[in-house]
């Protein structure tokens, strides 16, 4: 075969379909999956496979069958496009060694994305993703990639079709009052952005009175006029959507449905920021429950003063859920979480839930009777106002030495004529001021993307420390 061009990244594998992202590479992915499960002992429990709604995702998935079922792996496949917590969840149900899931998640339509999960239906650490690279770098230098048609595989009970709503919907009645949620008056839109979690929602949350409204709820691998990454930028149709309908509020889901982003009763974005902390204080003060908060360096501090007044511990890690489960399953952490959006809970499996969070966030406001922006203002009157933005800038990727050279050796020593008191690189370059603001640069790990994160105590600051951090690169 050619040379490999398959590298997994924060969560998995992403190519551009029909250049890297090929049937014969899928399929070099899902043998080095089986060569993993069965040095792990893991193949006699089976494996998942699900996909989300991009172009051709359920012909990639069955080709990821028709490999790993020949190589002696019972598959259990999804028979519609099916969100990533979904997936996840069934790993537990099904007492799985692991699961591939055909989805590229946030990225552009043309992108499509191979993740792998492991037996606790989280996302894979580096040394599990770099037990199956080896078994991948062996087919690529003249292994073999077992291989039968899928039909002849379902015939021998190899392949069996695989249905996980049942058994999700069960799991998420456990966690939250779903009868409260349906019998409230909220108005509610809900923005699936023609991902894998269309119709999720309402199907939880049918039979009362309150009102869902849906909107690019339609299978269009185009995701014509969007990115489908739940932030600001992205969801102009659902905030016009609340503020047309008068909705009490707007919940999205990214592509495969493990992120969520939310839009108030005015129609403003509610930053993921403030997202976190508004579910970590629902956990801790509405339900009454006491565990560690996990969070990465690009979420945000308040979570540290959440910890100090509810008297539980905040770890941090590096980016990437894949950092965050270990440390959740360990600490048995009360809630997990990153800047992009994505929330993993205690109870349920150690991966970003969009639905879960969704529903969690509904039964917040249920619970408080407050609109999104009061709850702002309630969580601001315990920990102070925190402001936050992100802006990604693209950039030539042979510069990015230069870039990485240029802040190590000239950062800053005061932003605005406050002093620098710290310069953490354990991911990026993250330069905290005197008075608690944070400026943060770092790179995306799959694109040529930089990204730059910021969070103080006014927006317009938060504007300006974005520029700071963009002329401190030099791009």
Known sequence: MKNNPIKFGTDGWRAVIAEDF?????????????????????????????????????????????VVAANGVKVYLCPKATPTPVVSYGVLAKKAGGAIIITASHNPGKWNGFKYKTEQGASAPDEVTAQIVKFINQTFEGGKISRQPLAKLVGEGLVESTDLDPVYFRQIEKLVDLDDIR?????????????????????????????LTEINGERNPLFPGIQPEPIAHNLKKLSAAVRRRKADVGLATDGDADRMGVIDEKGNFVTQLQVFALLSLYLLEVRGERGP???????????????????VPVYETTVGFKVV?????????????????????????????????????????????????????????KVGPHYYNRADVKFPAEKRQAIVERLRHKPPQSI?????????????????????????IRFSGT????RIYAETDSPERVERLLKFGRELTGV
């Open 22 to 66: 090929t049937f014969d590479n899928v399929r070099a992915c899902a043998q080095g999956v089986a060569g993993y499960l069965k040095q792990s002992g893991l193949d006699g429990r089976g494996l998942v496979i699900g996909y989300d709604t991009r172009f051709a995702s359920e012909d990639f998935a069955a080709a990821c069958a028709e």
């Open 183 to 211: 019998k409230s008056s909220l108005k509610v839109v809900d923005d699936s952005m023609f991902g894998a979690g269309a119709g999720y929602l309402k199907s939880l949350l049918d039979g009362g009175t309150l009102a």
């Open 293 to 311: 908060i996990v969070k990465t360096v690009t979420s945000t501090s308040m979570l540290y003063r959440l910890g100090e007044l509810f008297k």
């Open 325 to 381: 489960a270990p440390v959740m399953l360990a600490k048995n952490a009360l809630i997990g979480g990153e800047e992009s959006g994505g929330y993993g809970f205690r109870g349920h499996v150690a991966e970003r839930d969009g639905i879960l969070a969704s529903l969690y966030f509904l039964d917040l406001m249920v619970k408080t009777g407050k609109t999104p922006s009061q709850l702002v203002e309630y969580l601001y009157s």
């Open 416 to 440: 605005e004529g406050v002093k620098v008191v710290k310069v953490d690189t354990a991911d990026g370059f993250r330069f905290t001021l005197a008075d608690a603001t944070w400026l943060l």
């Open 447 to 450: 694109e040529p993307i930089m």
